[in-house]
Every structure is written in C-alpha cells, then in structure tokens.
C-alpha cells in the first residue's frame, strides 16, 4: 500500500515539474516574441475630410516632406540615447513652426478671427504631465505645456494666466498676427458664410484639407520609457473660449510606461466625453488587449457609433504602434530603427 502511494506521489511530481518546466517555457516564449524595439516614434498631423481628389500633387509632396522631417528630428534624439520627451517636445515644435499644420503658426482662426492655442504633454516614467489652453502669444505651445509639468506645480494653466506664466518663463513670444495664414483666414471666411445662410455646419465635414493639421507625437526611448504630447489650433470658428481635447490629459494625450503613449486628432468634445487617450491604457490595462486592439475598438468601433470623427497614435512599451482613424484620411509617420513610413489617405 505504501509503495503504490509513493509511486503514485512520485507520478504527480514528475508531472508537476514538466508542467511547470513547460509553463516557464512558455513565458519565455512569450517574451521573446516580445522583445522591445531600441526605440520608435510616431506622429500624426490631424484627422479629418482628407482625400486624394481634394489634394494636388505638390500640397501633397509638401506634407510628405513636412512629415519626413519631423521624424528625422525625432529619430535624431532617440537613436542618441535622448528622452522620449525630448523627442515628443521637439518634433511637435518643428511642426508647430510649420504653416501646413494647424497648431502653433498654422492654428486655425476663432468665430472672432484670433488664434487659440492648446497643447499638453505627459511622461509615462513618472505620470507627470502639463497643459495650456487658449494661449494666444506662445510661439510654441508644446514648450509652455512642458514648462506647466517641470516648473509649477499644476497640470493645466489657461488664457491669460498661462500666457503670463510662459512670459515668466522666458518662453518665446510672439504677436498675435504671427499666427495669421492666408488658408486658414480664408477657411475662417468660408465657415462664417455658411452660417449667415444658415448652411449645416458640422464640425468636421467640409472637404477641405487646410481646416485639419492638429499635431500629435508618442514615442519610445532607449530607456523604455514612453511619452505623448499634442497640439492644436482647435476647431475653426470656435467660440466662447472653447477648449478641445488636446491640453486634457486622458482625453487627447496620455502616458503610462506600464501600457502606452496615446495622441489623439479628431472632434474634440467626442473625445473629452470618452476619455480617449485613458480609456486605450485602460483597456490594455485591465481587458490586456495590444495596443492595436484598444485603439481599433476606440477609434472604429466605439467612437464612429457615437459620431465622433478622428484617429489616435499609440505605441506601447514594446515599440508596438497603432495609428487608427475613421475619417477619410489622416497625415502620420512612424520611425523605427529598421522602419519608416509616412501617410495621409486612408
Ligand atoms: N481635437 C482637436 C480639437 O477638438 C482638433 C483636431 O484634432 O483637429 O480641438
């Protein structure tokens, strides 16, 4: 009797070990399928009405080119062992500066014919992250946004107050007319005209590829940490001190080294209702779907029932990326240390 109970106890322990032997097995498996790019990055410049028969050849070559070099800057920073927030900070500056996108020079003009700016930053190391809202003398909201995170003790500074605060911090400023461009004055115009005639006007429909261009950045380091930053002129004719998704942290732009960087391009009210950028960490947080699974659902599934038109960048710990939309086209580029692309149509 003893010895059967001794075999017996034997059998099972033998099984246990190859059990777990083959458990272990897999987990290895697992991570080296797995394995961690050195680094990546991703940029979007806005999501929207984009298509191919509204684009001639040269405006299209122009934003290619504009793409291109902004991935150049970041991937300068991050194959030179530089942060992901140095390379989130400057590639948005780069864009910012450029008149093609709408965000810093190229913002998108007010019902009243100014310029409001919003930007936000996060670091998904330490979860500290900053915002502006409607800025209007910041040549580069993504440095005032930076400077909220490291040099005060909040995370969002609006109006009057964050333009006397990037004063304070010696920012760069400007006067309000450097923000004026031709295309986005007369996008203005055209906006007005249709609502003297009472025309619909939804806020994303008209098939015009200079109303778009919010600017957005997510990117890994050597270091494996991961940040998100984003930038906007808002919404055409916006009123009333109006403020989009981009400056709310959770909303347009989130980080969490734990699960991904998130910047989002789109309505901005459907994101601040669905908590965008939080909802693709939470996700893959809690229902551990891949960064490619949460923003489908968010961006294609989710979102497009509700109406809510636009697209996201992620990337994940891993250097995994996703860039869904459920407009009709969205400018946005990746760089990895053995890949590189740009694109605007679907
Ligand atoms: N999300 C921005 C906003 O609503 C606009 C955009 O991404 O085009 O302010």
């Known amino acids: ?23 272990s097995g897999k987990k290895q498996q697992q991570s080296t399928e797995k394995e961690r790019l050195p680094y990546a990055l ?8 984009i298509k191919p028969k509204n684009m001639d050849a040269e405006t299209k ?12 800057i970041g991937e300068n920073i991050l194959k030179n062992g530089g942060t992901a927030l140095d390379a ?7 864009l910012e500066n450029s008149p093609l996108f709408n965000a810093g020079k190229g913002a998108v003009f007010t019902y009243e014919g100014h310029n409001e700016l919003d930007a936000s930053i996060m670091d998904g190391k330490t979860h500290k992250a900053g915002a502006v809202g409607g800025v209007t003398i910041v040549k580069n909201p993504i440095r005032a946004a930076r400077a909220v995170m490291e040099k005060s003790p909040h995370v969002l500074l609006t109006c009057a107050g964050a333009n006397r605060f990037a004063i304070e911090q010696g920012l760069d400023t400007v006067s309000p007319e450097y923000f004026y461009t031709e295309s ?19 806020a994303r429909e008209e098939p015009d590829a200079h109303k778009f261009g919010t600017v957005g950045c997510v990117a890994l380091d050597k270091q494996g940490n991961l940040a998100a930053g984003t930038s906007t002129g808002g919404l055409t004719a916006k009123r009333w001190n109006r403020i989009g ?8 732009t989130y980080a969490d080294n734990a699960t991904c960087a998130v910047s989002c391009t789109g309505h901005g009210e459907y994101f601040i209702r669905e908590a965008v950028a939080h909802d693709m960490s939470a996700r ?6 891949s960064v490619q699974e949460a923003g489908e659902h ?32 969205m400018y946005r580029g990746y760089v990895t240390p053995d890949e590189r692309k740009v694109g605007i149509f679907k």
């Open 284 to 289: 893959m947080a809690y229902l551990g779907e």
């Open 1 to 23: 009797m003893k010895t059967r109970y001794s075999l017996l106890f034997l059998a099972f322990s033998v099984s246990l070990v190859f059990y777990l032997g083959s458990c």
């Open 298 to 329: 968010i961006i294609n599934e989710k979102l497009k029932a509700i109406g809510g038109a636009g697209g996201l960048i992620a990337i994940d710990q891993y250097g995994q990326i996703a860039m869904p939309f459920n407009t009709s086209g």
């Open 245 to 252: 998704d981009s400056p709310i942290i959770g909303a347009g």
């Open 184 to 202: 986005r004055w007369e996008a203005l115009q055209r906006r007005l005209e249709k609502e003297k005639k009472k025309e619909p006007v939804g």
């Open 42 to 49: 991703v940029i979007h410049g806005g999501a929207g009405t």
């Open 61 to 72: 070559a122009q934003y290619e080119k504009a793409l291109n070099e902004a991935l150049d």
């Open 88 to 94: 989130v900070e400057n590639v948005i500056v780069y």
